[in-house]
Antibody, heavy 121, light 108 residues
Framework: QLRLQESGPGLVKPPETLSLTCTVS??????????WGWVRQPPGKGLEWIGT???????YYNSSLNSRVTISVDPSKNHFSLWLRSVTATDTAVYYC?????????????WGQGTLVSVSS | EIVLTQSPGTLSLSPGERATLSCRAG???????VAWYQEKPGQAPRLLIY???TRATGIPDRFSGSGSGTDFTLTISRLAPEDFAVYYC?????????FGQGTKVEIK
């Protein structure tokens, strides 16, 4: 059974870099059928797509975060990572990693439990 | 970037009633790339519907999706106590993803 687990600091000081890792277990990350993504949810607000990375390492980012975000993948270690630079209080959110099914239909079929990252000095 | 607008923001209904949730896109989207998620407090989002109308594994048949072009709908035929939650639509186009702002279904 596929499982995704986010890990990383729960507190980041502005304007440092937020760094999270998503460890995938129960399946290989090398399939062309899937991409891997990050979604966040600020307290009391809705879901915001951050970005995704596909099986060959091509990345796609939300234009509102594009200049500050990097996603990378290491299939050999079965994990992918998120870096968000120059954080401010508005980056405080629950961060989810998720698997994206790609093909004739595209959707997020499996999610991590989420990790709260607070940005505060 | 395609903007998704969900309505209403909050739906107040009683168990057993029918819920109709709307998701309108700022431009036409492929029905293959529209999905719906349910979110409960403290839990990750759960996939309900993909490709506009296909239920995900294990999703009860009281959940159904429909639509095309710019207008999509999630219907819950008879609300069960566990269905009171927030629902999000999502679309995928040109390698970019967007979510609607959510509709909260609350107990009346």
């Amino acid at each position: 059974q596929l499982r995704l687990q986010e890990s990383g600091p729960g507190l980041v000081k502005p304007p440092e870099t937020l760094s999270l890792t998503c460890t995938v277990s129960g399946d290989s990350m090398s399939s062309s059928f899937y991409s891997w993504g990050w979604v966040r949810q600020p307290p009391g607000k809705g879901l915001e797509w951050i970005g995704t990375i596909d099986y060959i390492g091509s990345t796609y980012y939300n234009s509102s975060l594009n200049s500050r975000v990097t996603i990378s993948v290491d299939p050999s270690k079965n994990h992918f990572s998120l870096w968000l630079r120059s954080v401010t209080a508005t980056d405080t959110a629950v961060y989810y990693c998720a698997r994206c099914v790609m093909g004739v239909a595209s959707y997020f079929d499996s999610w991590g439990q989420g990790t709260l990252v607070s940005v505060s000095s | 970037e395609i903007v998704l607008t969900q309505s209403p923001g909050t739906l107040s209904l009683s168990p057993g009633e029918r819920a109709t949730l709307s998701c309108r896109a700022g431009q036409s989207v492929s029905s293959s790339y529209v999905a719906w998620y349910q979110e409960k407090p403290g839990q990750a989002p759960r996939l309900l519907i993909y490709a506009t109308s296909t239920r995900a594994t294990g999703i009860p048949d009281r959940f159904s999706g429909s639509g095309s072009g710019t207008d999509f709908t999630l219907t819950i035929s008879r609300l069960a106590p566990e269905d009171f939650a927030v629902y999000y639509c999502q679309q995928y186009a040109d390698s970019l993803w967007t979510f609607g702002q959510g509709t909260k279904v609350e107990i009346k």
